[in-house]
């Protein structure tokens, strides 16, 4: 029986086959390795006269099929790519942050016929806003009653009688002043706005507050300091106090409509009232809004 292959032999041989396999030679790879089989299971050969043999079948099978596979890795030359224009003006991400000449009345047309939560279904007006475009001054209130909801217009009932009050006690008039709620839409049986009610209208309030640009705004109510604190904690815990909202000094104070229930507490607006009175520059009188 004729003898195998030495060790070395051998691992030359694999060493040769791994070579010819990285190269992608999968199916020469497969009929070398029945040759070599087959040389190396056949008559004596002398090791070198097998080195040879393989190596010649080895190129004669190899560049044929190489050459055309060499070539396709040759990149052609790049062609040269137009200039592109430069971007001029606001990126998008400026463009997300600030919309260019907003305006109250675009802010009203983009909000539309609005039926974004379920508040539209119950709603007779939207009632978005009343005022001067000009204020220093924003009342934001909780949401629309019975008869801002007949009229399209904020704080026209008792609560907003009693607003209309304070504001005049301040030496102001309703028209010097802006005045808008946080959710458009009446809630039913004036129930606090829920939370995906006021995700989905705040947005507009927070348009319209960088469009008036106001010295100061007053929160009527937890609601609106809730909304844009982005906090839970009670009015309590912060009435009074000034606070900042994107750079506007804000206030919050007791509902109109709180006041109604709890006559008592109008002493307290009162030194509310006063500190912004003191903010914008106006006399501060010693009577007390009734």
Not at 57 to 75: E, F, M
Not at 191 to 219: G, H, M, N, W, Y
Not at 246 to 269: C, F, I, Q, S
Request: hydrophobic fraction near 40%; aromatic fraction near 6%; charged fraction near 30%.
């Amino acid at each position: 029986m004729p003898d195998r292959p030495d060790a070395a032999l051998q691992e030359k041989l694999n060493e040769r086959l791994r070579f010819y396999e990285d190269l992608g030679l999968g199916p020469f790879y497969r009929d070398r390795g029945v040759a070599i089989r087959r040389i190396a299971t056949s008559a004596a050969v002398a090791p070198e006269t097998l080195s040879v043999a393989i190596e010649e079948s080895t190129l004669r099978k190899a560049v044929p099929k190489l050459t055309p596979a060499v070539k396709t890795l040759v990149p052609e030359p790049a062609a040269r790519l137009p200039t592109l224009p430069t971007a001029t003006g606001l990126s998008l991400f400026e463009a997300s942050d600030k919309i260019l000449g907003d305006t109250l009345l675009k802010t009203r047309e983009d909000l539309g016929e609005c039926t974004r939560c379920k508040l539209h279904k119950t709603r007779n007006k939207i009632v978005f806003g009343d005022g001067s475009p000009k204020a220093d001054l924003v009342f934001i209130g909780e949401g629309p009653g019975a008869d801002e909801d007949a009229q399209g217009l904020p704080f026209v009932g008792r609560a907003g009688k009693l607003l209309t009050q304070m504001i005049e006690a301040m030496g102001l008039r309703r028209g010097d002043v802006y005045i808008c709620n946080v959710v458009k839409c009446r809630p039913p049986e004036n129930r606090q706005p829920e939370k995906d009610e006021v995700t989905a209208c705040s947005p507009f309030l927070f348009r319209q507050l960088d469009v008036l640009k106001p010295k100061v705004i007053v929160c009527l109510g937890s609601t609106a300091a809730q909304t844009l604190l982005q906090t839970n904690r009670g009015i309590s815990h912060f009435r009074g106090e000034w606070l900042d909202f994107r750079g506007y000094k804000m206030l919050a104070t007791y509902h109109p409509a709180y006041l109604l229930r709890n006559p008592g507490a109008k002493g307290e607006v009162w030194k509310d009232l006063q500190k912004v009175m003191a903010e914008l520059g106006l006399e501060v009188k010693k009577n007390k809004a009734k």
